[in-house]
């Protein structure tokens, strides 16, 4: 069993639907929570983080961790076209150096 | 500065034969990590440098796989007797804290 399992889609949704992404996690120690984008032949790039549980909000992007449910999320408001690209969670426990990421979603914005 | 920049971009090579990568981190950024992606799947760690020094390595960093960063400038990956499981984008990524900023990779064909 991975670590880090993630949805692979694909998805896809209407310009302007809410999206949901989600992960779940086995290993406890994880106390950072990321969502990276990553965009076709390019790197990851770090769009929100959360330490340890609770909510973030970012403009059109919510980042959620529930630690006692071992299951985090990703919402995107008003979704636009350019937020098509695959989105990947990644986590850290606390005093490691290296990140577990999941397999990443597909997303497409239809216009 | 622009970034994390590496090069090739992309490299087809012959399976059997040896190929070097390499990154170029942002300046002030201390620590430097690879990662392995392959196609459909999220990026795997490999190995990390702080400064000159490489304080961990993955298990799938096998004996044909080698890392330096001398003078805790830019890194070089080296991957002796290329299979053709070995086939993947390997990223680079920097950081002066925990949270990464990656390159847009090299991706590596073993024909």
């Known amino acids: 069993q991975k670590e880090v399992e993630q949805d692979p889609g694909p998805l896809s949704v209407p310009e302007g639907a809410i999206v949901s992404l989600n992960c779940t996690y086995s290993n406890s120690a994880f106390q950072y929570f990321m969502w990276y984008r990553q965009y076709s032949r390019k790197g990851p790039e770090l769009l929100m983080y959360?330490?340890?549980?609770g909510n973030k909000e970012d403009g059109r992007f919510t980042a959620q961790v529930d630690k006692s449910s071992k299951y985090i999320s990703l919402f995107i408001r008003d979704s636009q076209p350019s937020d098509s690209a695959t989105y990947l969670c990644?986590?850290?426990?606390?005093?490691?150096?290296?990140?577990?990421f999941g397999t990443g979603t597909r997303l497409t914005v239809i216009p | 500065d622009t970034g994390v920049s590496q090069n090739p971009r992309h490299k087809i090579t012959k399976r059997g034969q040896n190929v070097t990568f390499r990154c170029d981190p942002i300046?002030?950024?201390?620590?430097l990590y690879w990662y392995r992606q392959t196609l459909g799947q999220g990026p795997e760690f490999l190995t990390y440098?702080?400064?000159?020094?490489?304080?961990?390595k993955s298990r799938l960093l096998s004996d044909r796989f080698s890392a330096e960063r001398p003078k805790g400038s830019f890194s070089t990956l080296e991957i002796q007797r290329t299979e053709q499981g070995d086939s993947a984008m390997y990223l680079c990524?920097?950081?002066?804290?925990?949270?990464?900023?990656f390159g847009s990779g090299t991706r590596l064909t073993v024909v």
């Open positions: 300046s002030e950024h201390n620590r």
């Open positions: 959360t330490y340890s549980s």
């Open positions: 440098f702080q400064n000159e020094a490489q304080l961990e």
């Open positions: 990644a986590m850290r426990p606390t005093g490691a150096n290296n990140l577990f």
């Open positions: 990524a920097s950081s002066p804290t925990i949270f990464y900023t």
